[in-house]
């Protein structure tokens, strides 16, 4: 069954005007026609039955029917990656949606050969990514900040998995098995890797935990997904 996440406040009977975007692709692409159903969700209410009310010329209507799933949320985890080329952040973005991470942060590091990136494209992927996952939230996509402004400003008690791609670490899934469950984050450079100032800075952090991801070096979506996985594997929501 289609999954569409829509802006609207979801209860029984609301009544849902889909923008233009989604009402095209339920009447135009899916053809659905009144009387068909769909899961709806909002990262807030839940996940609810919905029954195509009306398809007009300009809007799709939708009429909550009924609580399929209550509302609930992934683990506390953020992924922190260095603005890197388009297609690779698009893709490290939808696997962070696949893989639960409940935020993504980008951030600009002195080797960053990206200095921008179009964070509302980057927000339309997690929701995708989120429809096709069943996950009932979407992940936050953040502004991209720089790196030093970013840990200079760490939210107190959460734990930064700083991914060092010099290899001089322990490995990342004994770093994680070693410190008591809380608020993580994982940290992946850029692809020319962090700056030798920029290393020192971290590793000076009290909050942060270098760790290696093995001995091959890996491009910034493979790090991310490796990261992700590992973290998902010690801490996360795969153990339940």
């Not at 909002?42 to 919905?50: C, F, K, L, T």
């Not at 909550?64 to 990656?81: F, M, Y």
């Not at 800075?201 to 490796?226: H, K, Q, V, Y």
Request: aromatic share 4%; net charge negative; with cysteine.
């Amino acid at each position: 069954m289609i999954r569409l996440f829509v802006a609207h406040d979801l209860a029984q009977d609301a009544e849902l005007r889909l923008d233009e975007g989604q009402s095209r692709y339920l009447a135009a692409v899916m053809r659905l026609t009144p009387g068909d159903e769909l899961l709806a969700f909002n990262g807030r209410d839940g996940e609810w039955r919905a029954r195509v009310a009306s398809v007009g010329k300009k809007a799709v209507t939708l009429e909550a029917v009924e609580l399929v799933r209550p509302q609930a949320v992934g683990p506390d985890l953020d992924l922190v990656i260095a603005l890197v080329k388009r297609a690779r952040l698009e893709t490290i973005v939808e696997k962070a949606a696949e893989l639960g991470a409940r935020r993504v942060r980008p951030t600009i590091t002195e080797r960053t050969n990206a200095d921008h990136t179009r964070v509302d494209r980057l927000r339309a992927i997690a929701v995708e990514a989120a429809e096709q996952t069943g996950r009932l939230d979407v992940p936050e996509v953040l502004e991209p900040v720089r790196l030093d402004k970013l840990v200079g400003g760490w939210e107190d008690g959460r734990r930064l998995l700083f991914c060092d791609e010099a290899g001089d670490a322990q490995p990342a899934l004994t770093a994680l098995e070693a410190q008591p469950e809380a608020p993580w984050a994982i940290l992946i450079g850029p692809e020319g890797g962090f700056s030798p100032k920029e290393r020192e800075m971290l590793r000076s952090l009290n909050f942060a935990t270098p760790a290696t991801l093995g001995p091959r070096i890996l491009r910034a979506d493979t790090a991310a997904i490796s990261a992700l996985t590992l973290w998902q594997a010690a801490l996360g929501d795969w153990r339940t």
